[in-house]
């Protein structure tokens, strides 16, 4: 005789909970030693600025800097001009890159997606084939060009081309007016809107989130732009931050300049790093929303 198989019988609530506890320990015992060495450095950096030499060279390290000193923050801003290196990253670069960038990538990206043409498919992937080209691939016959037109030691270089817009970007905010319903600009075709004018009173009241996300990526990339600058700038008046901070590491590494040259060095460089991490907490929810919606369709 063959019995009949006992039904399984369902986890009993403890043992649920149970499983459930399993879980996230393991989640937990991963996550938190990751985001100890994510987060390390950074602090080194701030607890090395307010050191004092001798102390960022004690071994076993000293992690807890005793006595505070907080008057290497300003010191060390005072070694060079680093207000006008900041002048220099904020209005003559970073804020004209990043203008110019989201503004012609979004007219780009919206013939790409919103236009029908013929070709348009073609030429968007010969755009996204951009991309994989590395810089070191142009460096050489971008500079001949832009030394044939005079643009040396200016910020032309680095902001002129912006006005033509960003693959990257480009393909990003494709992406992203792709899932956007087509209804849209055909109601406001049909009373008469232009597509300059779809765009700008229909489509980007929408797409704030990938804005926001694109704006960000290319905020970071000028602001931490150091190979640009090296290649095109030769005063350093005009230097931006990115190569003050190298000035300041040559210092450092000058014994006989100047004292106290690393703890300046981590001061002025967290200074720097400032901006860009108040910049992604404030706009952290809009941020990976716009991470989150954009490419998901092709």
């Given at each position: 005789?063959?019995?009949a198989a006992?039904?399984t019988?369902?986890?009993s609530?403890f ?5 459930g506890a399993?879980?996230?320990?393991v989640?937990y015992a ?5 985001t ?6 950074l602090y080194?950096?701030v607890?090395?600025a307010l050191k004092?030499d001798?102390q ?7 992690l807890?800097?005793?006595p505070?000193h907080?008057?290497n923050?300003i010191e060390?801003?005072q070694v060079?001009p680093f ?11 970073t804020v004209?890159?990043?203008l110019?960038?989201?503004l012609s ?13 013929p070709g348009?498919d073609?030429?968007?992937?010969f755009?996204v084939?951009?991309?994989m080209l ?9 500079f ?14 680095l902001v ?12 990003l905010?494709?992406q992203f007016?792709?899932?956007?319903p087509?209804?849209?600009s ?5 009373d008469?809107t232009s597509e ?11 797409t704030?989130?990938?804005?926001a ?10 602001w ?5 600058p ?8 005009r ?7 190298e000035?300041?590491?040559?210092r450092?590494?000058?014994?006989g300049?100047f004292s106290?040259?690393i703890?300046y060095?981590m001061?002025?460089?967290?200074i ?5 991490i ?9 941020f ?5 919606l954009t490419?998901?369709?092709?």
């Open positions: 005789m063959i019995r006992s039904p019988r369902p986890p609530p043992q649920v909970r149970l499983q399993a879980v996230t320990l989640k991963i996550l938190i030693p990751l100890i060495s994510f987060a390390f450095p080194w950096m607890s090395s004092i001798p960022v060279y004690t071994i076993p390290p000293i807890l800097p005793m505070v907080p008057r923050f060390g801003w060079l207000t006008r290196y900041a002048f220099n990253s904020i209005v003559l670069y004209p890159a990043v110019f960038t989201v990538s979004t007219i780009v990206a919206y013939g790409f997606s919103r236009i029908r043409w348009r073609t030429l968007f992937w755009v084939m951009t991309m590395p810089w070191a691939v142009t460096m050489v016959p971008l001949i060009t832009f030394k044939w037109l005079g643009w040396l030691d200016t910020y032309r270089p002129v081309p912006a006005l033509f817009g960003h693959p990257y970007i480009i393909f905010l494709r007016f792709m899932t956007l087509e209804e849209l055909d109601a406001a075709r049909i008469g300059f004018g779809i765009l700008f009173r229909i489509i980007l009241p929408l704030k989130p990938a804005l996300v694109v704006a960000l990526f290319r905020f970071i990339w000028a931490n732009d150091y190979l640009g090296l290649i095109y700038l030769r005063d350093e008046t230097y931006p931050l990115a190569l003050g901070i000035q300041l590491r040559q450092a590494n000058d014994i300049n106290n040259g703890p060095l001061a002025v460089s967290t720097v790093a400032l901006p860009i108040a910049t992604f907490f404030l706009a952290q929810r809009t990976i929303e716009g991470i989150s490419g998901l369709k092709g």
